[in-house]
């Protein structure tokens, strides 16, 4: 088992999800355990995977071949198409693989504790191993074409999964919202894909690097050909201004948060994004917009984090901004960081949406105004859930520092001044939003008697995967140093592995200065949250009516849906009205209706010339002989 | 049975239709054949030719008939004088063969046959409006059909041969050695045809009302 | 055997052809119909004799044709026959034209 295999790994959950999708019924426990050992299967494959790619990887160098694992013709039109079932692994992808493959073990193990006696047990455990083979597909294709299969596949997913209880209303516009607004990315995923194609040749990741590399596209077409793919990135990884899904994704169920809008899906635009790293430096126009847009992200995100009365939005809002920084990292050329911050975001994001689970499922309310007190009666997810907020913060020495850090030293060399200092600011907010949301949900009073009365810890099955998570949330960071690296077999440390081709990536280094003022930020948000909102909360309640527009503002989102909704009802409906009207009047009253009673009135006129009378008929079969007799003859 | 042989006009006018038909062939044909005898006493041109002419004119005449006459009766026994001139043709181009087969079943069993059919229908008591409305179109479809045919046939750049007579043992090596195939499906065909014939015909048990009905208004 | 050019054949069953063709598109009578079928299928016989004559010394194949037109023609007689006494006793007439159920 090697990097020639790697196509099992989304072989497993594929045919599990068929197995389950059809007969999960016929299963005991709906086949989740099944699902789960798929699962684990897939997390040992995956270190497979990763140690024969170590050892296929020395002093920085592939060994030559062997990046490209695995390929077959899929299809072949002329010579021009040719699409291949191609697999490719690199720091990447094997990074990627870490993240996707636990995070899912973890969260199917949570689910067992937290579906427990839903409706559709089994369906549910089979749309996640869907999603699992489909974001492990997308992680390992080689070219585009099938990477976006998969990317359309993870958001097939995501709509089941959010849309899960469809019998809620909102659930369901939540999942339409969702599906729609990634698909306006995946729109311009495609047409970039297209263009891609179209000046390359190919639709293999490498050879599009290659040609990229050698000036084989004009810098304004393959500038909007990256803008284009970077659309698709920014649907799915809720950038501005298609972010407007991810909240309203919530509606899905925690674990499902947790995988796919924390922690896997949402990450598939960073992931795409790197990727496509060298060739976002070929053209700096595309990677500047990246920078912009991660950065807007980021505070935007942060901002609306402050205000959200619902913790599992407040997570979101912070995946958001959280991406955002990812993005921030990618558009300084930093794949290192971003990678790096993907990977330990992963762990302590979905263990912080693992947690509000367990809130969730002990008390039955997720908004902050029902909170408060829990820790008396849930102290375990109170100490995982503080654990990840901290490595959200960014405080030494938990996984969140360091990569942030990271970020931080990626912008401070490659942008100005001020967007390092706005990105600070946010990282500032972030530590204020996550200390608020700890101390509203598991601090202060019981605001709600009823719900802190029958509030209840989680069992076991949900707690282990959390503890898993606490762990990693922990020590994910320690991977970037040299002397962790070797020990795990990777020289020089993950930052050395994890790059693209035609960069070098880079020892992690530690920079006192940065890290130092990172900290000092964390902390001081943390004691601006405890200020604030510890005990009853009165100063923000104050500092809530000092400036009531600017609440609003947050609390509407930056009214972005409304003008998303202004637009839809005025813009596209009104040029749906003209359509419609042109559909009924020009196209089916006087062409459809129109034709066809042209034809019916020429058929009553014409029925006439049968007479029915045989004679008939054989004088016109005569005649006709009699022309076609004249044409031959005319003829020869 | 005497009963339905009284109702068919036929056997009353059979011997006044074949003295008329024979005497109006006669009247045409004979001038035509005085001609071409005068023709060839003084060599103008050869007994084939005569008889060629003489079988044409047959043929035509007779063929006319047919499609011409209002009487049922007539033209179908003008359709008999066309095809006798027809194995005329055939002798001429060396088929004795195919000229007696033409004679017995053509002159004998068709002939016959269709006369039947006269018969059984009461085509005499029928309206002597015999042609459709569409006569004139189908005149100048003929006319076009013939005349097409005819200037392609001619247009044609024939090789000059003669006449070969086609030998009775030859004939009879293709029919059942190289054709035997198709003669026997011919076979099966016309033994199709015959049941099918009678099958279809076959009067019903039901319709036996029917025909005492018809027997008493007639 | 003569000198008479092949035209001459060719020809005649030309203009056969046509009065035949002629006489089945203008009579109404089911009966004269066939008559005029019959003088149709005598000139093609005509045709094909006149060819197998003059161009095909050793297999004769046109005679053999025209024998197989013979008894083909035989059994489409005797069955057309048939079909018209079944007709005339289903509806009193012979007449083609009034068999016109077959339109719109």
């Known amino acids: 088992m090697g990097m020639e295999q790697v196509w099992l790994l989304p072989a497993i959950p594929a045919a599990l999800f068929a197995l389950l999708a059809l007969f999960n019924r016929a299963m005991p426990r709906g086949g989740d355990g099944l699902a789960i050992l798929g699962m684990l299967a897939v997390v040992v494959l995956a270190l497979f995977v990763t140690l024969d790619f170590q050892s296929s990887f020395v002093d920085g160098k592939f060994a030559p071949g062997a990046e490209h694992v695995y390929a077959f013709e899929w299809a072949r039109i002329g010579d021009s198409l040719l699409i291949e079932f191609s697999t490719y692994v690199d720091g990447i992808t094997v990074l990627m693989l870490a993240v996707v493959s636990i995070v899912t073990l973890m969260v199917m193990l949570y689910s067992v504790g937290y579906m427990d006696g839903e409706p559709r047990y089994g369906w549910y455990f089979a749309v996640l191993s869907g999603f699992a083979a489909a974001m492990l597909m997308l992680v390992t294709s080689g070219n585009l074409l099938l990477l976006y299969l998969s990317w359309e596949a993870v958001g097939l997913a995501s709509y089941l999964l959010i849309g899960f209880y469809w019998e809620r209303q909102s659930a369901a516009e939540a999942a339409k919202k969702a599906f729609i607004t990634t698909r306006i990315g995946d729109v311009g995923l495609l047409i970039g894909i297209i263009l891609l194609w179209r000046g390359a040749g190919s639709f293999d990741i490498q050879e599009i690097i290659e040609v990229a590399h050698g000036g084989g596209f004009d810098n304004l077409y393959l500038t909007v050909s990256m803008l284009f793919l970077f659309a698709g990135a920014a649907g799915k990884s809720a950038q501005f201004p298609l972010h407007v899904w991810l909240p309203d994704a919530m509606e899905g169920p925690t674990p499902v948060s947790a995988l796919i809008h924390a922690a896997t899906m949402v990450v598939a635009g960073v992931y795409l994004v790197a990727r496509m790293m060298p060739v976002f430096d070929e053209v700096l126009i595309a990677r500047d917009v990246v920078l912009y847009i991660g950065l807007t992200t980021a505070a935007m995100g942060a901002t609306m984090g402050l205000v959200t009365s619902d913790i599992k939005r407040v997570l979101a809002y912070s995946t958001v901004s959280q991406l955002g920084f990812m993005f921030v990292a990618l558009g300084v050329g930093s794949v290192t960081a971003a990678m790096f911050h993907l990977f330990t975001h992963a762990f302590f994001k979905s263990l912080l949406f693992l947690g509000s689970g367990s809130v969730i499922h002990g008390t039955g309310a997720q908004m902050v105004e029902e909170l408060g007190g829990l820790w008396r009666k849930l102290p375990a997810t109170t100490l995982f859930f503080i654990v990840g907020s901290v490595a959200l913060a960014g405080i030494v020495p938990l996984a969140g520092f360091w990569s942030k850090d990271e970020i931080l030293v990626a912008l401070q060399g490659g942008a100005p001044m001020p967007l390092f200092v706005i990105l600070a600011a946010t990282s500032l907010l972030t530590a204020i939003y996550t200390t608020r949301l700890v101390l509203l949900t598991f601090f202060g009073e019981p605001k709600d008697r009823h719900a802190y009365d029958h509030a209840h810890e989680s069992p076991p099955p949900m707690l282990l995967p959390m503890l898993i998570l606490a762990g990693l949330s922990v020590v994910a960071g320690f991977v970037a140093f040299e002397g962790v690296g070797k020990v795990l077999g990777f020289a020089g440390g993950v930052g050395n592995v994890v790059f693209t081709q035609g960069h070098k990536g880079h020892v992690f280094e530690f920079h006192p200065d940065v890290a130092i003022g990172a900290t000092a930020l964390g902390l001081a948000g943390i004691v601006i949250g405890f200020v604030y909102w510890w005990g009853r909360a009165e100063r923000a309640e104050r500092a809530r009516s000092w400036a009531p527009e600017l609440h609003d503002l947050l609390v509407q989102r930056y009214y972005m849906d409304h003008l998303y909704q202004v637009t839809i009802d005025k813009v596209i409906l009104g040029l749906a009205t003209v359509v419609a009207r042109f559909d009924r009047l020009v196209i089916n009253e006087s062409g459809v209706d129109g034709t066809a009673q042209g034809i019916g009135f020429t058929g009553f006129r014409l029925k006439f010339l049968q007479t029915g009378r045989i004679p008939s008929y054989a004088l016109a079969m005569a005649l006709g002989v009699a022309v076609l007799a004249i044409v031959a003859f005319g003829r020869t | 049975m005497l009963e339905l042989l009284e109702r068919i006009p036929f056997p009353q006018q059979l011997d006044r239709i074949v003295i008329f038909t024979g005497l109006v062939a006669g009247a045409l044909v004979t001038p035509i054949a005085i001609v071409l005898l005068a023709l060839l006493i003084f060599d103008e041109i050869t007994a084939a030719e005569v008889v060629f002419w003489l079988a044409a004119a047959v043929i035509i005449l007779g063929a006319l008939g047919a499609v011409l006459l209002p009487n049922i009766v007539h033209a179908t026994l003008s359709l008999v004088i066309a095809l006798l001139g027809v194995a005329g043709i055939f002798l001429l181009l060396g088929s004795e063969f195919l000229a007696l087969v033409q004679v017995l079943i053509y002159g004998g069993g068709v002939t016959v046959l269709l006369l039947f059919g006269l018969m059984l229908t009461n085509a005499g008591d029928d309206p002597k409006v015999t042609d459709g409305a569409q006569k004139p179109f189908a005149f100048l479809v003929g006319i076009l059909l013939a005349g097409v045919v005819g200037v392609a046939l001619v247009d044609q750049d024939w090789a000059k041969t003669e006449v070969a007579v086609a030998p009775f043992t030859t004939l009879g090596e293709r029919l059942f050695r190289d054709f035997g195939a198709p003669f026997e499906i011919a076979s099966l065909v016309l033994i199709v045809a015959l049941i099918g014939a009678v099958a279809v015909a076959r009067r019903d048990r039901d319709e036996d009302d029917d025909t005492v009905e018809e027997g008493e208004s007639s | ?104």
């Not at chain 3, 203008?26 to 299928?41: D, F, G, N």
């Not at chain 3, 095909?56 to 083909?72: L, P, S």
């Not at chain 3, 026959?81 to 012979?94: H, K, N, P």
């Open chain 3, 1 to 104: 055997m003569s000198d008479i050019p092949i035209e001459n054949f060719l020809v005649l069953s030309a203009v056969l052809f046509g009065i035949g063709f002629y006489g089945v598109l203008a009579r109404r009578s089911a009966i004269l119909i066939l008559v005029s079928v019959e003088l149709m299928l005598a000139a093609t016989t005509i045709n094909m004799v006149a060819f197998a004559a003059y161009f095909d010394h050793e297999a004769f194949t046109g005679v053999i044709f025209a024998i197989f037109i013979i008894t083909v023609a035989a059994a489409e007689v005797g069955l057309a026959l048939g079909i018209v006494l079944r007709i005339f006793r289903e509806r009193r007439t012979a007449y083609v034209d009034d068999a016109s159920e077959l339109k719109w």
